[in-house]
């Protein structure tokens, strides 16, 4: 069973990957759709995005996590 901080540390690993993909990403799909943007501009939409990714990968992993000892919990009983 994962600690809290141990699933935040896993959250954040990952999506620090995914930040590097992500803004790389942003010079080529924005100008496939017509998105004109500057290195400081992708750099902002990353940003927001990342935030908005970590907070949501610890919660669902918390969730996931409450479930499992939930389960664990009511067999136990």
């Given at each position: 069973?994962?600690?809290?901080?141990?699933?935040?540390?896993?959250?954040?690993?990952?999506?620090?990957?995914?930040?590097?993909?992500?803004?790389?990403?942003?010079?080529?799909?924005?100008?496939?759709?017509?998105?004109?943007?500057?290195?400081?501009?992708?750099?902002?939409?990353?940003?927001?995005?990342?935030?908005i990714?970590?907070?949501?990968?610890?919660?669902?992993?918390?969730?996931f996590?409450y479930?499992?000892?939930?389960?664990?919990?009511?067999?136990?009983?």
């Amino acid at each position: 069973m994962q600690t809290k901080k141990q699933s935040f540390i896993e959250s954040l690993t990952n999506t620090a990957i995914g930040f590097m993909v992500s803004f790389a990403s942003t010079f080529l799909i924005f100008p496939l759709v017509g998105i004109s943007t500057n290195a400081g501009t992708n750099l902002i939409i990353t940003i927001y995005f990342t935030i908005i990714s970590v907070l949501r990968g610890y919660a669902l992993r918390r969730w996931f996590n409450y479930k499992i000892i939930k389960r664990s919990n009511n067999l136990k009983n």
